[in-house]
């Protein structure tokens, strides 16, 4: 889903030295324009999920064994996206959103190596039916980090056989679904998907770092390939591997990967989440695997940090258009949070930040919210995203319950964003350090007028 509690307390030594460096301050702050204007009819709203994190009836997966060998919590269906998906796609619809996210499971379709599942085909066919149905584009995530047993068996990433397999996967997708013409996301947040694949292998050291370099080159060759295996079967096909946006250093953690697939993306997908910090979030609980699940509801926000994000990927990629990919607020288990931002606000500050950013000539095409509902966050059910809370403990009916968020995206999708005249409920940082030097040296600000915030 996000950039993970590993990778933003691998970027903690990073962080705490920008700060200093910041030390001085501020530039002259910008003007701000007065109001902002409505994002175009054909700004593509979105919600986004994850095949395994929703799904449930899990196949053997890297995934199953991650859990069954560690202290993560139990699996159960999760939020049986695989039984209700109509449901789901559904509410998606009712809030007006014109894309929904969702990942073709290798795991189930290829549950052997020398055996393919059409049951698995069949049902993957019947949800991006229902997609389509009802108005919306699908946006398939080929790779969301779950990949079947046996080649978890064979080494997993690590395994130099890994790509060929792989890419077997991808052109049996890719042939099926092309012709439905969805956004195509090959690998979700590579550089987070590395450091988890080796934590859970208990790699360290110097093995880490070069277990690191030949993974991300593993993917590097999956995604170009894939990419152009794509563009032949759908030659205006939109393509991206989305990156998951680090606040202090994400030249730093991102460049090593980005640079190298620049060529062979359609457009740049960023997942933005939280804000600069210098404190790993405390862990839920340690698995016996001696992996941290974090507290990511005590990882400090800031919705301005989406401007940041995409200013920061315009400025490198001009010709390339801008998608947000994952963007969203996770509470501990619906409470509210300890910095008392509520959902619907963050939200609405959010559109706001895109809207300013569209305004200011960053080609933002799209917007996902992660998540529709609450579902599995690798390795507990506490952290929570959904629009639609799901009590996975406790009601095994699994009702989809409104949050006000729900509402507050409904009303965003309807109008093109905030109406004239909105502002965010929290100012921005006069020195920020979610895009150092430039989100001090020349920050975002807001109207100065009565009233703000």
């Given at each position: 889903?996000?950039?993970?509690?590993?990778?933003?307390?691998?970027?903690?030594a990073?962080?705490?030295?920008v700060?200093?460096?910041?030390?001085?301050?501020?530039?002259?702050?910008?003007?701000?324009?007065?109001?902002?204007?409505?994002?175009?009819?054909?700004?593509?709203?979105?919600?986004?999920?994850?095949?395994?994190?929703?799904?449930?009836?899990?196949?053997?997966?890297?995934?199953?064994?991650?859990?069954?060998?560690?202290?993560y919590?139990?699996?159960?269906?999760s939020?049986?996206?695989?039984?209700?998906?109509?449901e789901?796609?559904?509410?998606?619809?009712?809030?007006?959103?014109?894309?929904?996210?969702?990942?073709?499971?290798?795991?189930?379709?290829?549950?052997?190596?020398?055996?393919?599942?059409?049951?698995?085909?069949?049902?993957?066919?019947?949800?991006?039916?229902e997609?389509?149905?009802?108005?919306?584009?699908?946006?398939?995530?080929?790779?969301?980090?779950?990949?079947?047993?046996?080649?978890?068996?064979?080494?997993?990433?690590?395994?130099?056989?890994?790509?060929?397999?792989?890419?077997?996967?991808?052109?049996?997708?890719v042939?099926?679904?092309a012709?439905?013409?969805?956004?195509?996301?090959?690998?979700?947040?590579?550089?987070?998907?590395?450091?988890?694949?080796l934590?859970?292998?208990?790699?360290?050291?110097g093995?880490?770092?070069?277990?690191?370099?030949?993974?991300v080159?593993?993917?590097v060759?999956?995604h170009?390939?894939?990419?152009?295996?794509?563009?032949?079967?759908?030659?205006?096909?939109?393509?991206?591997?989305?990156i998951?946006?680090?606040?202090?250093?994400?030249?730093?953690?991102?460049?090593?990967?980005?640079?190298?697939?620049?060529?062979?993306?359609?457009?740049?997908?960023?997942?933005y989440y939280?804000?600069?910090?210098?404190?790993?979030?405390?862990?839920?609980?340690r698995?016996?695997a001696?992996?941290?699940?974090?507290?990511?509801?005590e990882?400090?926000?800031?919705?301005?940090?989406?401007?940041?994000?995409?200013?920061?990927?315009?400025?490198?990629?001009?010709?390339?258009?801008?998608?947000?990919?994952?963007n969203?607020?996770?509470?501990?288990?619906?409470?509210?949070?300890?910095?008392?931002?509520?959902?619907?606000?963050y939200?609405?500050?959010?559109?706001?930040?895109?809207?300013?950013?569209?305004?200011?000539?960053y080609?933002?095409?799209?917007?996902?919210?992660?998540?529709?509902?609450?579902?599995?966050?690798?390795?507990?059910?506490?952290?929570?995203?959904?629009?639609?809370?799901?009590?996975?403990?406790?009601?095994?009916?699994?009702?989809r319950?409104?949050?006000?968020?729900?509402?507050?995206?409904?009303?965003?999708?309807?109008?093109?964003?905030?109406?004239?005249?909105?502002?965010?409920?929290?100012?921005?940082?006069?020195?920020?350090?979610?895009?150092?030097?430039?989100?001090?040296s020349d920050?975002?600000?807001?109207?100065?007028?009565?009233?703000?915030?």
């Open positions: 889903m996000h950039p993970g509690a590993r990778l933003c307390a691998m970027a903690v990073a962080m705490t030295a700060a200093l460096a910041l030390g001085a301050g501020p530039a002259q702050a910008n003007s701000a324009p007065d109001t902002v204007a409505p994002l175009p009819a054909d700004f593509l709203w979105g919600v986004a999920s994850s095949g395994f994190q929703t799904e449930g009836h899990a196949p053997d997966s890297n995934w199953t064994r991650y859990i069954a060998r560690s202290g919590e139990p699996y159960r269906d939020v049986d996206f695989y039984d209700r998906y109509a789901d796609i559904e509410l998606a619809h009712r809030l007006g959103v014109k894309v929904y996210r969702i990942s073709i499971e290798w795991a189930r379709l290829q549950p052997a190596p020398d055996r393919w599942d059409e049951d698995a085909f069949r049902f993957y066919d019947r949800v991006i039916d997609i389509v149905g009802k108005g919306m584009r699908p946006m398939l995530t080929l790779d969301h980090w779950v990949y079947p047993g046996w080649a978890l068996d064979a080494g997993g990433w690590r395994n130099p056989g890994m790509v060929d397999s792989w890419l077997a996967n991808m052109r049996r997708v042939d099926r679904y012709d439905r013409n969805p956004l195509w996301v090959t690998i979700n947040e590579p550089v987070a998907y590395a450091v988890h694949e934590t859970e292998a208990h790699v360290a050291g093995d880490f770092d070069a277990g690191f370099n030949e993974i080159d593993r993917f060759q999956a170009r390939s894939s990419y152009d295996y794509i563009r032949q079967r759908q030659p205006d096909a939109l393509v991206t591997s989305n998951g946006y680090i606040s202090g250093d994400t030249t730093g953690i991102n460049d090593r990967i980005i640079d190298r697939i620049a060529d062979k993306v359609s457009f740049v997908g960023v997942d939280f804000d600069a910090t210098t404190d790993a979030p405390r862990p839920v609980a698995s016996a001696g992996t941290d699940i974090a507290q990511l509801w990882l400090p926000l800031a919705a301005e940090g989406v401007y940041y994000a995409l200013r920061h990927y315009a400025q490198r990629f001009p010709t390339l258009p801008l998608f947000v990919v994952e969203g607020l996770s509470t501990d288990n619906g409470f509210g949070r300890p910095d008392g931002y509520d959902r619907a606000d939200l609405r500050d959010t559109a706001y930040w895109l809207q300013r950013a569209r305004m200011d000539g080609n933002v095409i799209g917007y996902n919210y992660w998540s529709l509902t609450d579902n599995y966050e690798w390795g507990s059910y506490t952290p929570r995203f959904g629009l639609y809370t799901v009590f996975v403990d406790v009601d095994p009916f699994l009702i319950f409104p949050t006000p968020a729900a509402d507050a995206y409904r009303a965003v999708t309807a109008t093109g964003g905030v109406p004239p005249g909105y502002l965010p409920t929290r100012r921005p940082a006069p020195c920020s350090r979610i895009d150092p030097p430039s989100s001090c920050p975002v600000v807001l109207p100065d007028r009565a009233g703000n915030p």
